[in-house]
């Protein structure tokens, strides 16, 4: 029997690696993660040694306001700190931010990150979806989409760059939407925690429009750009004080701990790790996609995220037989099946070292090369 009769396929998610040691017998630590979308350079050597001098620091609650660190956050993002929250996550700030904006009708522009529907399905409102089209290369049509915000709409979702496609709406095209929801009366979430990925933050940033529009905000954090998925901290930026004092009202003191407001501090200063992470990501990202581009059973996309989507072109094979392929080698990649509005054969990876990239690349090209 082959491998695409095994019933029923298992489903793992980009960070589901426990599952997978259990499942293929293949240990943990010996299995490269292209599913997790995480920084391959790892906590930053300056972070690590600041921390461990630190430890001390889980004796005292942090500041309840957190202030050092949203200066720092501000700094970084160019914004005011008025205008920033942080929280346990972006997922802490993504629950709340939906769970207090009660949405009749809210739209998420997909295929993208599970999350948002999850969260949106707790509140009792309406939820639907607008697909990118694939034969766009997932660019937003504009047009399209102001056809699709009907008059009830009230909340719109997006992620920018977006998880799994990669693609990005530029600022311009952010301000339009934002002026255009403006005059309709829609809030929008902007999820940016891949924007320090692209090839030019500049470009797609939701940033500067804070200032200008109070109908939206923007959720980033510190999991995948700096390597720290386990630290647990993201933050929100809206100019919509009284927004954010309502969702201020409905967290839980301290949710960051003293480590992770802490390291946040030393992180966004680390200009070198940046700079680093940076040079690595683009110029791999680049090299990958040329690669992928001379294989003649894959479709690629134009990518602004630290992750590549390939659509599979090869008659009978599956996302799930491209995952088993790289797993079986030590490499875990993203099988897309489980995204809402990606009909098709799709596989996502996300940038790791140059090395295990060309392992990944090879992998890959036994089978659709
Ligand atoms: C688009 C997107 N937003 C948010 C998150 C969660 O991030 P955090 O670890 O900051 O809660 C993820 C994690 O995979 C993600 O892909």
């Given at each position: 029997m082959s491998e695409n009769h095994r019933q029923p396929r298992p489903a793992f998610h980009g960070s589901d690696i426990e599952q997978i040691e259990k499942y293929y017998?293949?240990?943990?630590?010996?299995?490269?993660?292209?599913?997790?979308?995480?920084?391959?350079?790892?906590?930053s050597d300056s972070v690590r040694s600041s921390l461990s001098e630190h430890l001390?620091?889980?004796t005292s609650y942090p500041d309840r306001d957190y202030r050092s660190l949203r200066q720092v956050i501000a700094a970084y993002c160019g914004?005011?700190?008025?205008y920033v929250v942080t929280g346990n996550g972006s997922t802490e700030l993504i629950s709340l931010l939906i769970g207090q904006r009660k949405a009749r009708h809210a739209l998420v522009i997909g295929p993208t990150y599970s999350e948002y529907a999850r969260e949106l399905s707790l509140t009792g409102g309406r939820i639907s979806h607008y697909y990118l089209d694939e034969t766009r290369?997932?660019?937003?049509?504009m047009d399209d989409l102001k056809n699709t915000?009907?008059?009830?709409?009230?909340f719109l979702i997006l992620c920018n760059p977006n998880n799994p496609t990669s693609s990005a709406l530029t600022l311009d095209e952010l301000r339009a939407l934002a002026a255009l929801c403006r005059e309709r009366g829609i809030f929008i979430m902007i999820d940016?925690?891949?924007?320090?990925?692209?090839?030019?933050?500049e470009e797609i940033?939701?940033?500067?429009l804070v200032s200008e529009f109070d109908n939206l905000m923007i959720i980033r954090g510190v999991s995948k750009f700096f390597a720290a998925?386990?630290?647990?901290l993201g933050y929100g930026v809206t100019s919509n004080r009284q927004f954010l004092e309502e969702l201020k009202k409905h967290q839980n003191p301290w949710s960051l701990n003293s480590i992770g407001a802490f390291a946040g501090e030393l992180m966004l200063e680390d200009t070198e790790y940046i700079r680093r992470t940076r040079e690595l990501i683009l110029s791999e990202r680049s090299r990958c996609l040329d690669t992928l581009k001379s294989f003649p059973y894959v479709k690629t996309y134009p990518a602004y995220g630290n992750f590549i989507l390939l659509k599979l072109l090869k008659e009978g094979l599956t996302s799930f037989d491209v995952f088993e392929h790289a797993v079986r080698q030590g490499m875990m990649i993203r099988d897309?099946?489980?995204?809402?509005?990606?009909?098709g054969e799709y596989v996502r990876f996300c940038i790791m070292n140059p090395e295990d990239n060309t392992r990944l690349l090879r992998c890959l090209g036994e089978l659709l090369a």
């Open positions: 017998g293949i240990p943990k630590e010996t299995i490269v993660k292209f599913g997790a979308n995480v920084n391959p350079l790892g906590l001390d620091i889980i914004t005011d700190m008025e290369v997932f660019r937003l049509d915000l009907t008059d009830d709409v009230d940016e925690t891949y924007v320090e990925f692209a090839p030019s933050v940033s939701g940033i500067p998925p386990g630290l647990r897309c099946s489980s995204f809402e509005g990606l009909p």
